[in-house]
Antibody, heavy 116, light 111 residues
Framework: EFQLAESGGGLVQPGGSLRLSCAAS????????MNWVRQAPGKGLEWVAL???????FLADSVQGRFTISRDDSKNTLHLQMNSLRADDTAVYYC??????????WGPGTLVTVSS | QSALTQPPSASGSPEQSVTISCTGT?????????VSWYQHHPGKAPKLLIY???KRPSGVPDRFSGSKSGNTASLTVSGLQPGDEADYYC???????????FGTGTKVTVL
C-alpha cells in the first residue's frame, strides 16, 4: 500500500523559512513524479511544485524563486524548502504522488502558518 | 492560470444523484484529456476518484462517473450515500509554468 506522511509545518514569521518533509512508504520517490499541493484556509487546492523521476523540477509562478523541491533518495523522502515566506503562503501543504497526469496518492497534509 | 470554476455547493437526498461542473479554458480542460477528480474529507488525504476525464481507479465505485464537453468537465455521483458528504475538486493538466490547475471546490451535502 502506498502511503505518504508530511511533517515540518508550523508557525513562522513573514520573511522566514521552513522545510517540509514527506516520507513515502510502499513505493520509491526516486522512480516517481512527486508533487506538493497546498490549500489556503477557505480556499481550493493549488499546485505548487513537481520533481520528476530524473530530477527535473517545476515550480508554480507564485513560489518561483522562493521555494525549492528536492528529494532524499536514501531516506525515500520528499522535501519542500520554503524561503521568504509571506502571509499568503499560509496553507495546508500536501505531498502527492503523480502517475500519468493524476495524483493517485496523497498525504494528510501539514499546516504552515505565516504570521507575526 | 486561473482556478477552474466549480459551484460552491451541491446537495441531494440519499440515493439521488448530483452533478458537479468544472469549467476551464481551451488551455486546460478543453486542451487535454487529463481531467481528474478528487474527494476530500477535511483533515484527511484527498482521494482520487476519476482520471483521464472518465476513468475510475480500482476500488472506486461505479456510482462515480466523469465526462467532458468542450471546456467543461463534470462529475456525477449517483446513489448518494452519507459518506459522500465531502469537498470535491477537479484538476486539469495545463502545461506551461503552472502545470496543473485545480477547481475552486464543491461541497456536497447529503440531505
Amino acid at each position: 500500500e502506498f502511503q505518504l506522511a508530511e511533517s515540518g509545518g508550523g508557525l513562522v514569521q513573514p520573511g522566514g523559512s521552513l522545510r517540509l518533509s514527506c516520507a513515502a512508504s510502499g513505493f520509491s520517490v526516486t522512480y516517481n513524479f512527486m508533487n506538493w499541493v497546498r490549500q489556503a484556509p477557505g480556499k481550493g487546492l493549488e499546485w505548487v511544485a513537481l520533481i520528476k523521476n530524473e530530477g527535473t523540477t517545476f515550480l508554480a509562478d507564485s513560489v518561483q524563486g522562493r521555494f525549492t523541491i528536492s528529494r532524499d533518495d536514501s531516506k525515500n523522502t520528499l522535501h519542500l524548502q520554503m524561503n521568504s515566506l509571506r502571509a499568503d503562503d499560509t496553507a495546508v501543504y500536501y505531498c502527492a504522488k503523480e502517475y500519468f497526469y493524476r495524483f493517485d496518492c496523497w498525504g494528510p497534509g501539514t499546516l504552515v502558518t505565516v504570521s507575526s | 492560470q486561473s482556478a477552474l470554476t466549480q459551484p460552491p455547493s451541491a446537495s441531494g437526498s440519499p440515493e439521488q444523484s448530483v452533478t458537479i461542473s468544472c469549467t476551464g479554458t481551451s488551455s486546460d480542460v478543453g486542451g487535454y484529456d487529463y481531467v481528474s477528480w478528487y474527494q476530500h474529507h477535511p483533515g484527511k488525504a484527498p482521494k482520487l476518484l476519476i482520471y483521464d476525464v472518465a476513468k475510475r481507479p480500482s476500488g472506486v465505485p461505479d456510482r462515480f462517473s466523469g465526462s467532458k464537453s468542450g471546456n467543461t468537465a463534470s462529475l456525477t455521483v449517483s446513489g448518494l450515500q452519507p459518506g459522500d458528504e465531502a469537498d470535491y475538486y477537479c484538476s486539469s493538466y495545463a502545461g506551461g509554468n503552472n502545470l496543473y490547475v485545480f477547481g475552486t471546490g464543491t461541497k456536497v451535502t447529503v440531505l
